[in-house]
């Protein structure tokens, strides 16, 4: 991609990024972008959609090179967060400044050493783990304890039992559905 692409991209309001370089404004250029998906790649920093101020939905997937998530805190319309195959991730920032922040996605984050700063979002009502994801000791009763949290789910399918069965037991809530984006969105207006 390059600043010419801006032109022709003007209206977009959904955009997939596969290993794409973004140079610089490119995203800022983009007023009505609303949902944006980053894949693959080995990028080290997505700092680039600090620009993306309209952003209620965005999945980060397999981005080998990234380690910093600290730019997520400038996304404060963000509804929906996924975040998946991040293998160099070792610790989340607060995600307090994302007050509008209702659902979470967490998957094959096996580098990460706690989900506590993610639950410091105050409007959290959905939490969902996929596959494997290192929980800290205390995130089973920060999970049961949030204050706005209302459903949690954990698609185990590569963790023992003896791992997530657990934690699903010391939560307590109600299971969270395992549901498309643009289903989410359907049934949270």
Known sequence: ?????????????????????????????????EWLDIRGGSESSIDYISECTKLSYLQVNQVRGLSDLTVLNSLKSL??????????????????????LRRLEVGSMKGLSALAPALE????????????????????DSIRDHPALQAFTWFAEDVPDKTWA???ERVGLPQARILQPDEWFERNP
């Open 1 to 33: 991609m390059d600043t010419s692409d801006a032109e022709w991209l003007s209206d977009a309001r959904s955009l997939t990024l596969w290993a794409v370089d973004v140079p610089a404004g490119l995203l800022a250029s983009l007023p009505q972008l």
């Open 79 to 100: 509804r929906l967060l996924s975040l998946h195959g991040l293998p160099k991730v070792r610790q989340l920032p607060s995600f307090a400044p994302l007050v509008r």
């Open 121 to 140: 979002a105050p409007a959290l009502t959905e939490l969902v783990l996929v596959r494997d994801v290192t929980l800290a000791p205390a995130d089973p």
């Open 166 to 168: 657990p934690v699903m």
